[in-house]
């Protein structure tokens, strides 16, 4: 046997226990961050039900939905959004698949004061890598404004009023401008300010005064409008029986079941670039 026909065949079984042993340690791999779920049936946080394009860490494997909208659950009650620049950030209070919003939630305290639970950053900024649009038409502008000369807006109530760090704190509110975080007209430029989105003020109460209710109007959310894929294709999938999958940067249709499968299909091409980034 020529010499190099005896080599290929002793380094065959070295290739198949190659191949073995990655097989095996992706399995136990995907086994660890999914709960032992291959399957990307819907999965709960609280009253939050999740599925495709979102999944849920922990409980259904990552190609269950898009990467960008992978979700974390907190004590199996509260959902955020996983790929935030700080743990916990941005929580998600509700999903809407049919016209694709979200209710999302900023929960965050001013530094050097825990009980204060107003951000120090503009609350659209922090929204900047994900395929998210704040709603002009459902949301306000709440404008917090600190370490002025001046005395402008209306003073806060505790616990943000007295904040000994930075000064107190006023509030201004004002209809969202064509240019997100846009601060309000008339602000002095030796007046720092973080702007925060919230729903209508309008309660079944009545109108709710932000300088009484600002964290109760921060806590209750503001509506995001998502650019998630065409849902034509997932609902045909599920039509059909099949599960929907984002695989190898492309919607996949898993159905084994099915009688006919059209496999892969081509993703949006407007997430490939947020993909890429994470």
Not at 3 to 8: D, G, I, Q, R
Not at 105 to 123: K, L, M, R, W, Y
Not at 132 to 150: M, T
Not at 199 to 204: A, E, G, T, V
């Amino acid at each position: 046997m020529p010499p190099a026909a005896l080599l290929l065949l002793l380094l065959l079984p070295i290739s198949s226990l190659l191949r073995l042993s990655i097989a095996t340690t992706s399995s136990s791999s995907n086994e660890t961050t999914s709960g032992n779920n291959t399957s990307c049936s819907p999965a709960t946080c609280g009253a939050l039900n999740i599925s495709y394009p979102f999944s849920l860490a922990g409980v259904q494997p990552r190609y269950c939905g898009f990467p960008i909208f992978q979700l974390t659950c907190n004590d199996g009650e509260r959902a955020y959004l996983t790929g935030t620049f700080r743990e916990n950030l941005y929580r998600v209070h509700n999903i809407t698949y049919d016209n694709s919003s979200l209710v999302v939630a900023v929960e965050t305290s001013f530094p050097g004061e825990a009980t204060c639970h107003i951000p120090d950053f503009n609350v659209s900024s922090g929204l900047a890598l994900f395929p998210l649009n704040i709603s002009s038409s459902a949301n306000k502008d709440l404008f917090f404004l600190h370490n002025c000369r001046h005395h402008l807006g209306t003073q806060l109530k505790p616990p943000c009023g007295n904040h000994s760090a930075l000064g107190p704190y006023n509030i201004s509110e004002t209809e969202r401008p064509g240019e997100v975080g846009k601060p309000p007209q008339g602000l002095p430029e030796n007046c720092s300010y973080v702007s925060v989105p919230v729903r209508d003020l309008q309660s079944s109460q009545g109108k709710m005064d932000p300088a009484l209710d600002y964290e109760g109007l921060i806590n209750e959310g503001f509506v995001v409008e998502v650019g998630w894929p065409p849902k034509s294709e997932c609902d045909q999938c599920r039509g059909r029986g099949g599960e929907c999958r984002f695989v190898e940067l492309s919607f996949q249709c898993f159905c084994p079941h099915c009688q006919t499968s059209r496999g892969k299909q081509a993703a949006s091409t407007n997430f490939n670039s947020v993909l890429l980034l994470l």
